[in-house]
């Protein structure tokens, strides 16, 4: 087997190369989308043939490379771009959850489900290496503070999901910002800073009071890497345009079955699958990637009131900013999304 650890300098990010030996077949975890000439050249120097790319999470500081591999390497019809499909990303190949297991020539790669930095975060675990994405770092753990993350799952992804591993078992964060580029889970145990000796009140105390700035490319990464790593032109255009939010409880006081005024719109950006599921009564779907904003202009008058809601308040603030640069006046995002709206008992709707 061959293993290679690469680094993006300027997101500090870690993407991993795993090649099977015996078949030349290869993987490649966390591409970053500036990398992609460093990876094609190992790959042809190497004589690899790509099988997958894995997402650790959907990306906020860069965009991934996934779409771009896929695009340069049309000659490898066995490449597969994946991602866990709790990170309600769209765009890839292949949606992975929790005990899959992925092939690539004689090897297995497990797939562990460690939700905290993000809902859909997941772990990677090859032979003795485990790949953490932002879960778990190098004496200490990516933040929770967006993308719908939470510290108490983060917790509990490191103590019971990823401590429960062997103690020799090798530690490849999605990270490191201090030049650090391995460590065990032996010694996560004993050596986090975040995690040893503290107890789930104190880490969620330590974690809810970081206070850190968003990360620069948040705006033009998350709308990207929710998409596959494509960048349409849209989101470039709207990334800086302000958007008003609404909670979902102070909607919920327009919103009313059969007193909705006509000049009122609440669009669901989420896929049909998620909207089949569970949605807002009276929402009508168009899902983030196929949101025609321009086109919209012509059976809506550009000073309606469009609410737009997604599952946790990401997708739809990059739906209301696109909206916005296409000409509507009064557009709302709903802080919390369909999240918000059943946790405060508001009565949904499922297709059956
Ligand atoms: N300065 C960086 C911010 C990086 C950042 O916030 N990274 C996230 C992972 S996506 C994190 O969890 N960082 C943990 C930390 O900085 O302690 C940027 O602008 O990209
Ligand atoms: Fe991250």
Same mark, same amino acid.
């Given at each position: 087997m061959s293993f290679r650890q690469l680094f993006d300098p300027a997101s500090s990010t870690y993407t991993y190369l795993l090649a099977d030996d015996a078949t030349h077949v290869a993987v490649l975890i966390d591409p970053v989308v500036e990398q992609l000439d460093t990876y094609l050249k190992l790959l042809r120097e190497h004589g690899l043939a790509l099988h997958y790319t894995l997402e650790t999470h959907v990306h906020a500081d860069h965009i991934t490379g996934a779409q771009a591999i896929k695009q340069a390497l049309v000659d490898q019809p066995a490449l597969q771009t994946a991602v866990s499909r709790d990170c309600n990303a769209q765009g890839f190949d292949c949606y992975l959850t929790d005990g899959d297991v992925i092939l690539f020539g004689h090897e297995e790669i497990m797939v562990i489900a460690t939700p905290g930095h993000t809902p859909g975060s997941v772990s990677y675990l090859w032979r003795d290496r485990l790949f953490t994405g932002d879960c778990l770092l190098i004496g200490g753990c990516g933040r929770t503070d967006f993308q719908g993350g939470s510290a108490e799952a983060q917790y509990h992804s490191i &103590? &019971?999901? #990823?401590?429960? #591993? /062997? /103690?020799?078992v090798l530690v490849y964060p999605g990270h490191d910002y201090k030049g650090r580029r391995v460590s065990s889970i032996g010694e996560e145990k004993v050596l986090n800073a975040r995690v040893t000796g503290r107890s789930l009140p104190e880490f969620v105390a330590t974690m809810n009071s970081l206070g850190l700035p968003a990360p620069a490319r948040i705006h033009e990464a998350v709308p990207a890497n929710l998409m596959g790593g494509t960048v349409p032109p849209a989101h470039h255009a709207a990334a800086d345009i302000p958007v008003l939010n609404i909670s979902a409880t102070q909607l919920s006081k327009f919103w009313l079955p059969g007193k909705r005024p006509a000049s009122m719109t609440l669009l669901d950006v989420r896929t049909p699958a998620e909207f089949a599921t569970l949605h807002v009564d009276g929402a009508v779907n168009r899902p983030l990637d196929r949101l025609d904003a321009s086109g919209l202009r012509a059976t809506l008058n550009a000073e309606d009131t469009i609410y737009c809601i997604c599952q946790t308040g990401t997708r739809s603030q990059f739906a209301a900013r696109e909206l916005r640069a296409a000409g509507f006046r009064n557009v709302v995002h709903v802080d919390g999304g369909t999240n918000a709206w059943q946790s405060a008992g508001l009565p949904v709707k499922r297709d059956s």
């Open positions: &103590t &019971t999901r #990823l401590f429960a #591993l /062997d /103690d020799n």
